[in-house]
């Protein structure tokens, strides 16, 4: 399922205490999606690794009192004078069966030997599929027996929602995926590196820092691939060549695009990331050239970055002219 409706299946779950597991590819977002779904239901989030757990360090370490041993649980597993928590164990499948057995008690039962395990936590489970050459182990089926389970997908329209309302990945980026989403997640499990939503974000903040050229491809190609990085720096090349924000102002009659889609994407991410309430009357000569579906898909950006856009005159006579296209 796509991010949306796999962030609305999961609070539906927490809601009822119902132990959930989310599987997707490497670099997916799948961690930050459980924390921003428990989080934003009032949860606090205890990040759990199960990879770098054995059994006794989830049992705890054994003391004697008054000639009893005692366990006692590690720090992690919330108490009951702690607010409600969401227990996150991610990296499950990474962890050894011997783990994955003792896990099976917390889930099946809430209890850890005399530990249990307050109402008012809930369990979330997350990982990798085998097939994505991550390490992942098989979860034991008794213990994924007690999960609903959940697949999360990649999406390119909504990792560009997402893009251009975190603020967290320059405009560069995401018109190049726009143009390109079928390279947003490139797997290959013969090569070393991969092109996932993370490591676009890790693309986004070493572009941002304007790396020299001779360094740039190299970068990159250890960030996305070499394949992909490849086209990326042609991509970069033509948002570079294009006209500068001045000279789009002044005569916007003489740019010529082209109409080459690559260019298209490029000039609207520019244009929509250097539009305010003081400037947004000068860009509609220029948006008047362009085809329909590239000028709507600007100024969506535009009121994106800055909202207040959409009290201006120009904006609500943009509006009224493209309402056709845009109801």
């Known amino acids: 399922m796509k991010a949306k409706q796999m962030m609305k299946s999961l609070s539906t779950l927490i809601s009822i205490s119902q132990p959930s597991f989310v599987w997707g590819g490497v670099g997916i977002g799948k961690s930050e999606m459980i924390h921003s779904v428990g989080e934003s239901l ?17 049992r705890g370490v054994p003391s004697v009192e008054d000639g009893v041993t005692k366990w006692n649980p590690p720090v992690f597993l919330p108490t009951e004078d702690e607010p409600k928590t969401l227990l996150f164990l991610d990296e499950l499948p990474h962890g050894s069966p011997s783990v994955q057995n003792a896990l099976f008690q917390l889930v099946k039962d809430r209890k850890l030997g005399e530990y249990t395990l307050p109402d008012s936590t809930v369990i979330v489970g997350a990982g ?27 999406d390119a329209d909504e990792w560009v929602d ?29 090569a070393q ?17 304007s790396p020299d050229s001779d360094i740039e491809q190299e970068l990159l190609a250890g960030t996305v691939g070499e394949g992909v990085s490849a086209e990326l720096i042609g991509f970069l090349r033509t948002c570079r060549s294009l006209p500068s924000v001045d000279q789009i102002i002044n005569n916007p009659e003489a740019i010529d695009l082209d109409n080459d889609p690559a260019v298209m994407y490029a000039v ?12 947004i009357k000068k860009f509609m000569k220029f948006l008047d050239t362009l085809p329909d579906e590239f000028a709507i898909l600007c100024m969506s950006d535009a009121v994106i970055g800055n909202p207040d856009l959409k009290k201006t005159k120009a904006y609500i006579d943009f509006d009224v002219k493209h309402q056709e296209l845009t109801l």
Request: with cysteine; charged share 25%.
């Open 162 to 190: 997402w893009a251009k309302e975190s603020g967290r990945v320059i405009p560069e980026v995401i018109a190049y995926i726009r143009y390109r989403p079928e390279n947003l997640f490139v797997f290959d499990t013969k």
């Open 268 to 279: 609207c991410s520019i244009i929509a990331r250097k539009m305010t309430k003081d400037n």
């Open 128 to 154: 990798n599929r085998i097939q994505d050459r991550a390490g992942a182990n098989r979860v034991n089926t008794a213990l994924g027996d007690r999960f609903i389970h959940l697949n999360l997908d990649v």
């Open 42 to 58: 009032g949860y606090q989030v205890r990040d759990v690794r199960v990879a770098l757990l054995d059994p006794v360090d989830l």
């Open 193 to 209: 590196v991969q092109a996932t939503p993370r490591s676009w974000e890790y693309a986004s903040r070493i572009m941002a820092t």
